[in-house]
């Protein structure tokens, strides 16, 4: 293999390379192209958490397409290869330098994000921990310490876009859409929107008296340790609407109900201010999902909504002085958006960190689209069945 074959070689050369350098040109070839292959093309992803329950599961492996939204060109290009934003078998040393950075383009692609695409994307909110963690862990640390106790006791660092942590979920909201919850419902544009087979919700359960038999749900591939118990045999279990479709048969139960939470506003869900958003994760909305080039009227019970997006995702300053806003020194009362944002998540619901407590997604952080499971194991074994599946 000859890796400088723009140089000429000169008449009766003939010297052959060694077995070494053979097998070091082989290697740096692999190197590249694989590189490549993963920053263009697509790129292997495994399922962390259950927050998309039972779309896909946990230790789900699988390919996530770059060129079906464009590819994303690197925006820290000094990098390890084949490493996201820590060396392996290390917590905190860095695999990338800062030294460079681009600002963000993107390739054509086959598409743009579709409403109800699984998608993965880098986490919008910009601060992750360089610790394992479930779904939640992040976001109750900063809620129950502080985000600068959290930076300094849990080694908390802030990373480029393209270097934070990936996160998958369904995109249940385009630009431009307005997206509500009703009772734990999505609707958009005033639809209710459809509700993927394989999803999770949370269901109160009655039955005669009896519980229910744990072999029984086990075999269904259903939790069979209740998430509550209450009085009379009240249950609360997780289920597909093909799980409750089954369960309604069993005689021991005598009603199954979808659980809403009962709670006043929440300052946990965003845009965190309920005096003018009460809000929670089951009652939500109705909430508009910024398009590129829309503008929208800036007043005091809106700017929790788009101060993120105007300081953060699209790098204005924002100030509030003398009873007005100003953006970069301007005074105004109006901002046009410079990119399109999305609403994400989970299709496991009740087991999810998504928009709903952190909101819009914005394009610069979109990495691909889920495209297909490779690989699966769960308990010890391969799950046969799930291998080689599109997602949906």
């Known amino acids: 293999m000859n890796l400088a074959f723009w140089k000429k070689k000169k008449e009766g050369q003939t010297k052959k390379k060694s077995v070494v350098r053979e097998w070091f040109d082989a290697a740096i070839f692999a190197v590249i192209a694989a590189t490549l292959i993963r920053t263009f093309i697509f790129e292997a992803y495994t399922i962390p958490t259950p927050s998309m329950e039972k779309t896909l599961l946990v230790n789900d492996f699988l390919f996530v397409s770059k060129i079906s939204y464009g590819p994303r060109i690197p925006m820290t290009p000094l990098a390890v290869p084949f490493t996201h934003h820590t060396l392996p078998f290390t917590q905190y040393t860095k695999a990338y330098s800062e030294a460079v950075q681009w600002k963000y383009r993107r390739l054509p692609g086959f598409s743009e994000v579709k409403r109800y695409d699984v998608v993965v994307f880098n986490f919008p909110e910009g601060d992750t921990v360089a610790l394992e963690q479930n779904d939640m862990s992040y976001y109750k640390l900063v809620r129950d310490y502080g985000r600068e106790n959290v930076w300094q006791q849990f080694h908390v ?49 009655k039955t005669t008296g009896d519980p229910l038999n744990p072999s029984r749900l086990d075999e269904l591939d259903i939790d069979p340790n209740p998430m509550g118990v209450g009085d009379s045999g009240s249950y609360r279990y997780d289920f597909t609407p093909g799980a409750v479709a089954l369960l309604k048969t069993w005689p021991v139960i005598t009603s199954i109900t979808p659980y809403v939470k009962q709670q006043q506003a929440d300052v946990d869900v965003f845009p965190h201010d309920p005096a003018h958003y009460p809000w929670t994760e089951h009652n939500f909305g109705p909430l508009y999902i910024p398009k590129k080039g829309a503008s929208v009227k800036l007043d005091s019970s809106n700017i929790a909504i788009y101060d993120r997006i105007i300081r953060i995702y699209e790098g204005n300053k924002l100030e509030f002085k003398n009873g007005r806003f100003y953006i970069n020194d301007k005074p105004t009362d109006t901002y046009t958006f410079k990119m399109n944002y999305y609403w994400m998540m989970g299709d496991n619901r009740d087991n999810s960190l998504d928009s709903r407590f952190w909101g819009f997604v914005p394009e610069d952080h979109i990495v691909g689209k889920a495209w297909l499971i490779w690989m699966s194991y769960g308990k010890g074994n391969i799950r046969w069945s799930r291998l080689f599946n599109i997602i949906r």
Do not use: F, H, Q, W
Not at 163 to 168: A, G, S
Not at 169 to 197: F, H, Q, W
């Open 157 to 205: 660092t802030s990373r480029p876009v393209d270097k934070r942590e990936n996160y998958i979920k369904r995109c249940m909201g385009a630009p431009g859409d307005t997206l509500s919850i009703r009772d734990n419902v999505v609707y958009v544009n005033g639809a209710e929107a459809p509700v993927p087979p394989a999803s999770e919700r949370r269901y109160n359960v």
